[in-house]
């Protein structure tokens, strides 16, 4: 029985209602959101031979990140109710209850950092089944489709190498799929036509399922490495954050940014405050005033005051508040990434011989 998957499902379902009828809540959850499977750990072999099993319930790593402060606490509870349903097993029974983050494929969208989408890597896989068929049913000349083929299977290549996903298609040019064609198993072009769409299936189903919910921006480097290490953490929190308090950290994490950004050009020699008050080496808001009041002149002055200001204002909202949200993190994230971009263009512009377009982080 407790080999069979089957029976693991139908177990997991009943738990489930146990638990709604103990006002179990926290555990329902749990059970909802995971897989279970069973795993033999041991063997006795008095009376005829027991059988001991463990109970693995397999969670996403959100999931298992959500519920993990909890598992522990509640293993107990799932083993005695376990024991209530297997009575009748004969010679089995669950000896313990186990968590684990599920094992499986997962693509990192944030590290493509907006160079391509999930569009655009659909459209590749597209454009080389279209030339591997082709040639592979007469179609077209190797020797015509080479270069485009060999371009984006490149292309691809490397951003499947980005994503953390495995290349399906070994075939790095029309002549090594030549080479594999022409074996007895793909002799017609039926044949050839089902080869090529089952290569790329999984790859595809995996493409289409999986999330691509990373915040796109476009942010060059400035070379400050304090700043850029906190910007691109920054991203990758984002890209997994699902509670306030993660949403918050993103904000924290942006204040710290600003400082460095501002400790980066603030010089006291240099920018002097409306009061002559030396700044404190955390008031990013004084000190990027101070700076912006001295760089640039004129009315664009009070505007970008205004903007750099409202950006550390937003950071430290977002830290403080305990309702904050994923919009609310990405507003910081753009605003703060804006600013990191605009006070290294104005650096770069203070010797304005020395500005060329690579200057210009955005």
């Known amino acids: 029985m407790l080999e069979n998957q089957t029976e693991i499902i139908r177990l997991k379902s009943s738990l489930v209602r146990y638990f709604e009828a103990e006002n179990s809540l926290e555990i329902?959850?749990?059970?909802?959101?995971?897989?279970?499977?069973?795993?033999?750990?041991?063997?006795?072999?008095?009376?005829?031979?027991?059988?001991?099993?463990?109970?693995?319930?397999?969670?996403?790593i959100k999931d298992f990140q959500r519920f993990k402060p909890i598992l522990d606490q509640v293993k107990d509870e799932i083993l005695t109710a376990v024991g209530l349903f297997t009575q009748s097993a004969g010679n089995e029974y669950?000896?313990?209850?186990?968590?684990?983050?599920?094992?499986?494929?997962?693509?990192?969208?944030?590290?493509?950092?907006?160079?391509?989408?999930?569009?655009?890597?659909?459209?590749l896989i597209d454009i080389l089944k279209s030339v591997m068929i082709s040639v592979s049913t007469n179609e077209a000349r190797i020797n015509t489709r080479e270069d485009e083929y060999k371009s984006s299977y490149t292309k691809l290549y490397n951003y499947l190498l980005k994503l953390g996903a495995d290349n399906p298609n070994t075939?790095?040019?029309?002549?090594?799929?030549?080479?594999?064609?022409?074996?007895?198993?793909?002799?017609?072009?039926?044949?050839?036509?089902?080869?090529?769409?089952?290569?790329?299936?999984?790859?595809?189903?995996?493409?289409?399922?999986?999330?691509?919910?990373?915040?796109?921006i476009d942010y060059e480097p400035t070379g400050?490495?304090?700043?850029?290490?906190?910007?691109?953490?920054?991203?990758?929190?984002?890209?997994?954050?699902?509670?306030?308090?993660?949403?918050?950290?993103?904000?924290?994490?942006?204040r710290e940014t600003l400082i460095s950004t501002a400790q980066q050009v603030y010089d006291k020699s240099?920018?002097?405050?409306?009061?002559?008050?030396?700044?404190?080496?955390?008031?990013?808001?004084?000190?990027?005033?101070?700076?912006?009041?001295?760089?640039?002149?004129?009315?664009t002055n009070e505007c970008l005051r205004k903007f750099a200001k409202s950006a550390v204002d937003m950071a430290n909202e977002l830290t403080h508040d305990r309702t904050a949200m994923k919009r609310d993190a990405a507003l910081s994230l753009v605003s703060i990434t804006a600013v990191t971009s605009l006070i290294k263009l104005i650096e770069a512009s203070r010797e304005p011989d020395n500005v060329t377009v690579d200057d210009i982080p955005f």
């Open 28 to 60: 329902v959850q749990i059970l909802r959101a995971s897989r279970p499977t069973s795993l033999e750990i041991n063997y006795e072999s008095w009376h005829g031979g027991i059988y001991i099993y463990a109970l693995l319930f397999e969670l996403e």
């Open 94 to 123: 669950i000896g313990e209850v186990r968590f684990a983050p599920l094992l499986s494929q997962y693509l990192d969208w944030n590290s493509l950092d907006g160079i391509t989408t999930k569009e655009e890597l659909l459209q």
């Open 171 to 216: 075939f790095k040019s029309l002549w090594e799929w030549h080479d594999r064609w022409s074996k007895d198993d793909l002799g017609t072009y039926t044949s050839r036509r089902t080869f090529i769409a089952n290569l790329y299936k999984p790859l595809i189903d995996l493409i289409e399922n999986a999330s691509g919910d990373a915040l796109t």
């Open 224 to 254: 400050w490495d304090r700043v850029d290490r906190a910007v691109y953490e920054m991203k990758r929190r984002f890209a997994v954050a699902e509670t306030e308090e993660q949403f918050q950290a993103i904000g924290m994490l942006g």
């Open 270 to 299: 240099r920018h002097r405050t409306d009061d002559d008050t030396e700044p404190s080496k955390t008031d990013a808001k004084r000190m990027l005033d101070s700076y912006l009041s001295k760089e640039i002149a004129g009315r």
